[in-house]
């Protein structure tokens, strides 16, 4: 098993894998081709041959991934389903850059991907010539975070504009975006911008890692409005330090820019989702905020929002996510067991019970050393485990 989240936590995964890679695929895949002859009969030497990397339940490990994305493949030819479209649509989906330089408290992706990578122009020209030519539209999906980080993001964007390629962008860091960066975007099909502020208090948005200036944010999405953009709006709650007041504080701003984009004949959509503390960030200390907290703090949001569409992550789905993201093995035995039986809340409940496991864990503060994913190591763990532990010491509910 591989990937952003078994990499995160890997001990959970163990209870349904023989081994976790804990890395980027492109360090194992050479090895893998190598070694795939040994199976299906030598499982133990198929596993052992393929290096470092590979948590296998036992002795931690450190994680290994490329130095120079440049140089490492990309597929050009992607596997699609004939069945279900692609959650971006269909197009080229080309990684333009891997991690993110802002490390925010909270992101799980920009620790575990750590180091910052990009991809350079000219590479990705090549590579975006020839995947057009394996793909039914003339479409390249960009995924990166960030993107606007990327250094000649403009100047791709440009050769795809001079080319008469479309592109869709994902979600932006918005104080990366300026107003002539708009124009270009325009260019494309896409007519949703989909920024995450995640909050509007500027001291909490400080704390998180994306300043809130209200000034510059309010210029930007203007002008996104009167260009014809929608806007999708990413809001956190449940962050250390939030009070009734932050909300309100968000909700009178964003009425605003709910009611100009009402009169521009535009829509602001806003999703709200809570602060899930996840493995080797900052706020891997802090606990999930209780369920009932967070009904009502969206339902205030709602209430006060009614203009606006907005929508909220479940509760119950969050938690799981947290269950699994900060659980050790036990945790993978219970939703195995669950899943088996009917995944639903009241199963996993049940299923813990029986087997003597706490699903308390989530909503308590806890201690570096009872971290199961300390299996896994990341590149800037020494430095995040400092940082989260006097975090953990200046938060009340600790
Ligand atoms: S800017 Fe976005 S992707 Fe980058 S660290 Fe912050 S939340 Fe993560």
């Known amino acids: ?183 270009l975007i325009s260019a494309s099909s896409q007519r949703t911008l989909t920024l995450a502020p995640e909050v509007v208090d500027t001291d909490l948005s400080c704390f998180l890692g994306k300043c809130f200036v209200e000034e510059r944010f309010t210029e930007l999405a203007e002008e996104a409005l009167r260009r014809g953009f929608d806007l999708k709006l990413y809001l956190m709650v449940g962050l250390p330090g939030e009070s009734e007041e932050t909300l309100h504080k968000t909700a009178n701003y964003l009425r605003k820019l709910v009611k100009y984009a009402k009169r521009l004949g535009r829509k602001v959509s806003i999703t709200v989702n809570p602060l899930v503390p996840k493995p080797h960030t900052p706020l891997q200390l802090l606990p999930l905020v209780p369920e009932e907290v967070y009904q009502a703090r969206v339902r205030l949001l709602e209430q006060e929002l009614s203009e606006a569409n907005v929508e909220h992550l479940k509760w119950s789905h969050a938690f799981i996510q947290a269950l699994i993201a900060l659980g050790d093995r036990r945790i993978g035995r219970v939703l195995l067991t669950s899943s088996s039986e009917g995944f639903s ?26 971290a199961p994913w300390r299996a896994a190591v990341m590149p800037l763990d020494r430095v995040v485990e400092k940082v989260s532990i006097t975090l953990r010491q200046q938060i009340r509910e600790c």
């Not at 009241?346 to 299923?351: L, N």
């Not at 813990?352 to 496991?357: I, K, Q, W």
Request: glycine residues 8%.
């Open 345 to 370: 809340r009241r199963t996993v409940a049940r299923v813990a019970e029986n087997l003597g496991v706490d699903l308390g864990y989530p909503l308590k503060c806890r201690d570096v050393d009872e």
């Open 1 to 183: 098993m591989g990937g952003l989240a078994a990499m995160s936590n890997p001990e959970p995964f163990i209870e349904v894998a023989d081994a976790v890679f804990v890395g980027d695929g492109e360090v194992l895949l050479e090895r893998l081709v190598k070694a795939v002859h040994l199976l299906p009969g030598s499982k133990v030497a198929f596993l052992d041959s393929l290096g470092e990397g590979l948590y296998r339940g036992v002795s931690q490990v450190p994680k290994v991934y490329v130095q120079d994305l440049d140089s490492a493949p990309h597929p050009t030819i992607e596997i699609r389903s004939a069945v279900v479209k692609p959650v971006y649509g269909d197009g080229f989906y080309v990684e333009i850059s891997r991690g993110c330089r802002w490390l925010c408290k909270f992101c799980l992706e920009s620790f575990v991907m750590y180091p910052y990578r990009v991809r350079s122009l000219g590479t990705l020209i090549k590579l975006i010539e020839r995947g057009l030519r394996n793909v039914g539209s003339r479409r390249v999906v960009i995924y990166s975070l960030s993107v606007f980080d990327h250094p000649t993001i403009r100047d791709l964007l440009r050769y795809l504009i001079n080319n008469e390629v479309d592109f869709s962008l994902p979600s932006l860091r918005w104080d990366t975006v300026g107003r002539e960066d708009l124009e």
